[in-house]
């Protein structure tokens, strides 16, 4: 088996996919690259394949109807080999020495038959134009190099995982049956928050393994492009309130993570809508809020009454405006967007 799979999720990725790719191969017979065309319309498919012709031993290219990002994740994880699994969306890649610490760590588990059930790292906004690159670390709440459990977890408020952060031990995604929806932007909350309860045993490597580039116009974390999409925002945080709400957890301490998971979700809808403005816009967010309510009221008091949902639903201009101002400090300080 291989170590490590990776899954590329492609859309129209021929100007920048290559970029990704070469800075997986280096992890050799290691990996496999699993680069899934989701129905692109430009060069993606004959990269795909061209690559697949060069190294047949570690890649293999798969091409589907386009499903949209969940989907092609799907699709992916239908040829998934490697004892452990990782997303790297097509306009992102690896540091090459983070990359290789990672490998070597996968391998000792396996070697030492101590499997961990995530492995994370932190990640480095390349934010297009930017000087300096913000380095999302974890040191400050997580035990480092270390087999860890969800007790030793200390995030502070507004601080969780992202995909970009994590590589799952691929028996738990199959074993979950891990079915994201179609044609939907933003599932990877879903990705990493509905295999949470499956997740006993952590380990922590401070480096700097993924590169997130933001700053197309058209990437789906643009700003303008998520208020035009918050409709799947708002699909993709309903279905995590739903799942918050049915599954059974017994650690309290995996609970109250995947309370504040849903909670900065949450507040991360609220303000788009919020910053919208319309009358359409403030309905949503109280359907939203409603919504929780509904399905939980347990977490919908614990959500209402903490400091971001006390922010979002401040009455009236002057507390829109104080939340709008409020997510555009967060927004310098954390670097995104």
Known sequence: MKILSLIVPCYNSADYME??????????????????????????????????????????????????????INTGMEYVTGHYVKVVDSDDWLEANAYQQVLQKLTDTIQNNSPIDMLISNYVYEKQGAKNKKIISYESFLPVDQVFSWEDVRFPLGKYLLMHSVIYRSSILKELSLNLPQHTFYVDNLYIFQPLPLVKNMHYLNVNLYRYFIGREDQSVNEQVMIKRIDQQLAVNKRMVTFYSDVQVEDESLLKYMQRYVEIITTVSSIFLIKEGSSDSMHKKQELWEFIRKSDPVLYRRLRRGLFGLGVNLPGKLGRKTAIGAYQIAKRFYGFN
Do not use: M, W
């Open 19 to 72: 970029r990704c790719i070469n800075s997986l191969l280096l992890g050799k017979e290691a990996v496999e690259i699993i680069i899934v065309d989701d129905g692109s319309k430009d060069r993606t498919a004959e990269i795909a394949d061209h690559y697949a012709n060069y190294f047949p031993e570690i890649i293999k290219t798969i091409h589907q109807e386009n499903g949209g990002h969940g989907q092609a």
